[in-house]
């Protein structure tokens, strides 16, 4: 199976790459390679390659810039998302789509479901929900949040930098999710490309933190495994207490069990993938 991945340089493209079935040959392109924001080029390159599958792991994922930056965020998100629907239309591949709990608002009492009514707070889930309605009918859509791995871009690595740097940390309490290390994301989508599986389907890790239990697990388990030379404070705030320009949601917990069911597996908790991925990050030095 002829495979393109975008994102290649992010951390799900890289995990998507490392995991990638044997019979799959993997093309993985990024920015530099193709630019999402030309929707003529993103029809070229998906018509010279005419993959059997696409899945779209590059997105614009700023989500404070996207408040001043919503026009470029949506052509990234969701213009090129339209794009790379209709040339796979023309060439009959599939699409998978990677998403995010932001299209969401956050009030529900409980766990998100795939097919529950969407209403984002912000630009950068406004863009991701018009990327989802732009796939078409015979699309995969998988959706996630709190995504980390080693040597990217993530809450965990920066949580690092400045427990290093600082005397006492404060992070938001009043935000719930679940963590999600890209390498089970990866294998989730995988299983459900082998399974046919279209619709709309939910990935975390297992298990319920705010980013406060998060911040604190991150800074134990370093220090279990000595990337930290000691323990800082770490004090839990209110979301008002921390303003940003992007609002989000308060509960941002996905329900997996459809995708669980499926796949006929389970998941693994996130303080242990969390404990995963930091070896791996020690192991880069």
């Known amino acids: 199976m002829k495979v393109l991945v975008t994102g290649a340089t992010g951390q799900l493209g890289r995990a998507l790459q490392q995991s990638a079935p044997p019979d799959c040959d993997v093309t993985a392109v990024d920015r530099a390679e193709l630019d999402l924001t ?86 950068y889930g406004r863009t991701k929900a018009a990327g989802e309605d732009a796939v078409g009918p015979d699309a995969l859509i998988v959706r996630t949040a709190w995504v980390h791995a080693a040597g990217g871009s993530n809450f965990v690595r920066t949580m690092l930098r400045l427990m290093a740097e600082r005397d006492e940390l404060r992070v938001v309490a009043d935000q719930i999710g679940a963590p999600t290390w890209a390498s089970g994301l990866a294998a989730t989508i995988w299983g459900l490309v082998a399974k046919d599986a279209r619709g709309i389907f939910h990935h975390t890790d297992a298990g319920v933190a705010s980013w406060y239990d998060f911040a604190v697990a991150i800074q134990e388990e370093a220090l279990a495994l000595g990337m930290l ?50 070896k791996e990050e020690q192991a880069l030095g």
């Open 38 to 123: 030309d929707g003529a080029a993103v029809r070229t390159f998906v018509h010279a390659l005419k993959p059997d599958l696409l899945i779209n792991a590059a997105a614009y994922t700023a989500v404070d810039r996207a408040e001043s930056e919503e026009p470029l965020a949506h052509a990234v998100n969701a213009a090129a998302v339209a794009a790379m629907a209709e040339a796979l239309k023309a060439t009959s591949g599939r699409l998978v789509q990677v998403s995010t709990d932001f299209v969401f608002d956050g009030a529900s009492p409980r766990a998100y479901r795939p097919d529950d009514a969407r209403n984002p707070l912000s630009a």
């Open 229 to 278: 030379g000691r323990a800082i404070p770490v004090i839990p705030i209110a979301t008002a207490d921390y303003p940003t320009p992007a609002r989000r949601p308060a509960l941002s917990l996905l329900d997996c069990s459809a995708t669980r069911g499926l796949l006929g597996d389970g998941t693994t908790h996130w303080r242990t993938n969390l404990r995963a991925m930091l």
